[in-house]
C-alpha cells in the first residue's frame, strides 16, 4: 500500500487496495436475484466487463493499476491536500484541519477515479457502449469523460429531480458525447411502470439502475457502477493511500477522518487505508461516515439482503438498507439519495470499525456557506455533509482544548450546484 511511483516530483499510487485481504471477516456474499443463490463470477459476466468482475471477485491485497490509467489520473492526481486554515481560524479551535481535494478531477469529483478504471477495462474487451445511472451528476460527467478518453459510448439514466436542479451537469455530459436521459424514463419497461403510477414521479438512484441495467441488457451494452460495488470501493483507494503520504510529509497524523456517504465509494476510499493501518498495527484514526437525515441507510436502516436496484434486477447484496423501493425526498445533495450502503462499508460498521451518523440538509448547507467564505471552495452538497461533521468536531476540539488532527474528503466542488445551494435560506453566517 506504501508503493508509489514518483513521476516529476508527484506521487502516484502503483496499485490499489482492497480492504477484503484484512478484514477479520467478510460479509454475506451476493446472491442471485432470481434463485438466492451465491453469486458466482459468471453470474455477473454478462452485465459488466469481465476484468471488472475479476476485480470485484478478488481477495488479493494489491490490485495493480493499468499504465494507461495512471497516465489518464496524472492529468489530475495527486489531488491536493489542503490545510484549512481559513477554516481553523474562523471557528476558533485549537483542531487541526485537512482536507483532501477530490473537485480537481476532470468532472469535479472523485468518481472519476473509478470511471476511468472501469472504461479502461471495457474498451480492453472491445466493449462499445457503457450504460449508468446518476443522481446529482458527478458520477455520470465521470464516465462520460473516462468514455470518451477510452472510445466507449456512454448512455446516462439521470435521476429526474437532479437532472432539473443540475441543467449543467447534464449539459457537461452532452459536451463529452453522452447521451443522457431524465429517470424514470420512457425508454424502459421499468421507467415506464413508474411513470404510469405517478407521471411527475421525482426519480431515485435504485430506479435510475434498473433503467440502466434493462437498457444494456437489451442493447448489446455493459453496465458501470459509480459505487457500493467492492470494486468501486477498490479504485478509491487512491485518495486515502495518497493522503497517508502526504500527512506523513506534512508530520501529521490523523485522529479522525471523516467523508459523507452515499453508496459509500468516497468515504471508503478516504478511509480504508487508514482502517487497514488499524487492522495491521492496533492503532489508527476513528473513521466516521456522514450521511443525510433524508435518507439515513447506515443509521435507521436494516443490515440485510436486498437489491441494489428498484426493480429487483440487480443482485442481493447484504448491505444496511432502508428497502429498494424507498423514494427518498428531493434532498439537493443527489449522490446521497441512495437506500443502501455499499456492503463493506456496512461490515465495517457492523464490526464497529466505522461510526455513522446523519447530518440534516440545512446544517450541511449552513457548513458549506462557512466553508465557501473560509477556504474559497464552494463545496457540493454531498462533501457539505461532511463538513458538518468536521465543524462538530473542531467544535468539540475547542470545548475540550484538544488540538485533534481531522482529516476530511472533499469529494467534489458545487459550482455546477449554485442553483440549489441559491433555493435555501441560508442564515447569515
Not at 6 to 18: A, D, I, S, W
Not at 88 to 100: D, E, G, N, R, V
Not at 250 to 261: F, N, R, Y
Not at 336 to 356: K, M
Request: glycine share 8%; with cysteine.
Amino acid at each position: 500500500m506504501n508503493n508509489f511511483e514518483q513521476k516529476n516530483g508527484k506521487y502516484l499510487p502503483e496499485t490499489f487496495y482492497n480492504i477484503k485481504a484484512d478484514l477479520p471477516s467478510l460479509p454475506p456474499p451476493p446472491k442471485h436475484p432470481l434463485t438466492g443463490e451465491p453469486l458466482r463470477a459468471a453470474d455477473l459476466e454478462p452485465l459488466f466487463p469481465a476484468g471488472f468482475v475479476a476485480q470485484e471477485t478478488s481477495l488479493e491485497r494489491e490490485i495493480p493499476i493499468p499504465a494507461p490509467v495512471r497516465s489518464a489520473y496524472s492529468r489530475y492526481r495527486p489531488t491536493p491536500l489542503v490545510y484549512a486554515a481559513g477554516l481553523k481560524a474562523m471557528l476558533s479551535t485549537p483542531a487541526h484541519i485537512f482536507y483532501k481535494y477530490e473537485g480537481v478531477s476532470p468532472a469535479g469529483s472523485h468518481k472519476t477515479n473509478t470511471a476511468l478504471m472501469q472504461a479502461y477495462l471495457a474498451a480492453q474487451e472491445g466493449v462499445e457502449a457503457l450504460t449508468t445511472e446518476t443522481g446529482a451528476g458527478q458520477w455520470g460527467s465521470a464516465l462520460a469523460d473516462a468514455g470518451a478518453r477510452f472510445g466507449v459510448q456512454v448512455r446516462v439514466f439521470m435521476v429526474r429531480v437532479s437532472c432539473r436542479q443540475k441543467p449543467g451537469r447534464r449539459l457537461l455530459m452532452e459536451m463529452l458525447q453522452a447521451q443522457v436521459s431524465e429517470s424514470p424514463s420512457r425508454e424502459t419497461a421499468s421507467g415506464r411502470a413508474y411513470l404510469r403510477s405517478n407521471p411527475e414521479h421525482p426519480g431515485s438512484l435504485g430506479i435510475a439502475i434498473s433503467e440502466a441495467i434493462e437498457y444494456a441488457m437489451h442493447n448489446n451494452a455493459k453496465y458501470a457502477l459509480g459505487s457500493v460495488l467492492d470494486a468501486v470501493l477498490l479504485h478509491q483507494t487512491v485518495i486515502g493511500q495518497e493522503a497517508m503520504q502526504q500527512l506523513a510529509e506534512a508530520g501529521a497524523e490523523p485522529d479522525l477522518v471523516i467523508g459523507c456517504v452515499g453508496g459509500g465509494s468516497n468515504f471508503a476510499g478516504i478511509a480504508f487505508p487508514f482502517l487497514a493501518r488499524r487492522l495491521r498495527n492496533g492503532k489508527g484514526p476513528r473513521l466516521l461516515a456522514v450521511e443525510p437525515e433524508a435518507c439515513p441507510s447506515l443509521t435507521h436502516g436494516e443490515r440485510r439482503y436486498d437489491h441494489g436496484d428498484s426493480a429487483g434486477l440487480t443482485p442481493l447484496l447484504f448491505m444496511h438498507t432502508l428497502g429498494c423501493d424507498f423514494i427518498p425526498p428531493p434532498i439537493h445533495a443527489g449522490g446521497l439519495r441512495y437506500h443502501g450502503t455499499a456492503p463493506l462499508l456496512s461490515h465495517a460498521v457492523a464490526l464497529g470499525l466505522v461510526d455513522a451518523m446523519a447530518v440534516a440538509q440545512d446544517e450541511a448547507f449552513s457548513a458549506a456557506q462557512r466553508f465557501y467564505l473560509s477556504e474559497g471552495i464552494l463545496p457540493a452538497p454531498e462533501t457539505a455533509h461532511a463538513i458538518a461533521a468536521v465543524i462538530r468536531a473542531a467544535e468539540t476540539a475547542k470545548r475540550e482544548k484538544k488540538e485533534t488532527v481531522i482529516l476530511f474528503n472533499l469529494s467534489g466542488h458545487g459550482y455546477f450546484d449554485v442553483a440549489a445551494y441559491a433555493k435555501e435560506n441560508l442564515p447569515p453566517t
